[in-house]
């Protein structure tokens, strides 16, 4: 992998990750940007504890463009995009438009391919791990910023979901604190721990789902299963086997085998409701330990964490989607459709 920094017109950074140690990357920005001013808040509320990021500059953000104006194509000619040159394998660069910004943290995006009409699960083996190198080594460089504490890679993926840019890309989100679910799953970390002793709640979780029914799909270093409380219709965890506590601390074999396994999973996801369907709308969450000390949860470090990635679907059967209703919205009590032994075994029926 070759990593080239450079800088957009309005000052903001971009990344190109390159397969190829000898590709030059000097192109520049020719558009007549001024300086990005972004009115980034973090509010806290005092009832549940938890962090509220007010962003009204995010209101002009560029919303379903025609693929001719796609800001994340590759420039060509006189149609100038947020990547100034002609072509690329994957792209990092600063939100134009960040929920995130300053003391408050930082927001990117993460271009997958420059192929506009491609998907994730298009990409080849070599083009996965290298997406996979980059939310890498962002992990790594974001988690050095001062104002950072936890680094969240995802892809939103469909309409359905909220996208406004159907060119293949994701985010990653530099937060200023350890985020509520990232918190409850520590809470719940520490009390197993200090009621069994010492023994690792994802440890024990990950040897029942190995031992059950919910298996998805499983390889020498990575396996995936439906959560025996799946919250959504077609929820998929996916875990290497060996735990580590972020993306940083995944050794060779793990990266090398990791596109294989992802990729056959989100085929599968494309397949769940049949043929002629639309392309299945979906999360991929990436869920790495905080930066910060942990001291607020007792008994825990680092190292007890989990990195996994979390998969789901709000479309709960062919034509019909899952809404956050009274109960999920405002109490968060999901109520789930799908049983998730059914929808393992729906997601194994799939495989190619």
Not at 276 to 288: C, L, N, R, S
Not at 319 to 336: C, D, Q
């Amino acid at each position: 992998m070759k990593k080239t920094s450079t800088r957009l017109a309005d000052g903001r950074e971009l990344i190109y990750y390159d397969l190829r140690d000898d590709t030059v990357r000097d192109a520049v920005d020719r558009r007549p940007l001024e300086r990005t001013h972004t009115t980034s808040e973090i509010r806290r509320d005092p009832l549940l504890g938890d962090q509220v990021a007010i962003a009204s500059h995010r209101q002009g953000r560029t919303y379903h463009p025609p693929a001719d104006q796609c800001p994340l194509c590759p420039t060509q000619g006189d149609r100038l995009s947020e990547i100034p040159d002609s072509s690329y394998d994957v792209v990092v660069f600063e939100n134009r438009f960040p929920s995130l910004a300053g003391d408050s943290g930082r927001c990117e995006v993460v271009c997958f391919t420059s192929d506009h009409d491609a998907s994730f699960a298009s990409l080849t083996e070599e083009q996965a791990r290298l997406v996979l190198d980059a939310w890498t080594d962002r992990t790594s460089e974001l988690s050095h910023l001062p104002s950072v504490e936890q680094v969240f890679c995802f892809e939103n993926r469909g309409e359905e979901i909220g996208v406004t840019l159907g060119h293949p890309h994701g985010q990653i989100y530099a937060y200023p604190f350890t985020t509520p679910r990232t918190a409850l799953m520590l809470r719940s970390l520490a009390a197993h721990k200090e009621a069994t002793g010492g023994e690792n709640l994802f440890d024990t979780v990950l040897e029942r789902e190995l031992a059950g029914e919910r298996v998805v799909l499983e390889g020498e270093h990575w396996v995936a299963f439906v959560p025996y409380a799946a919250h959504w219709p077609y929820e998929v965890h996916l875990y290497p086997k060996r735990r580590v506590p972020d993306l940083l601390g995944l050794d060779e074999a793990a990266r090398s085998e990791f596109p294989k396994v992802y990729l056959e999973l989100l085929r599968r996801f494309d397949r769940i409701f049949g043929e002629g369907e639309p392309p299945t709308p979906y999360i991929a969450a990436w869920h790495q330990a905080p930066f910060g000390t942990l001291e607020e949860f007792d008994g825990v470090t680092r190292d007890d964490f989990a990195l996994h990635l979390e998969l789901f679907t709000i479309r709960r059967t062919s034509g019909k989607l899952k809404f956050l209703a009274g109960s999920e919205s405002g109490m968060s009590v999901f109520i789930n459709d799908v049983p998730p032994e059914r929808a393992a075994e729906r997601l194994r029926e799939v495989a190619s």
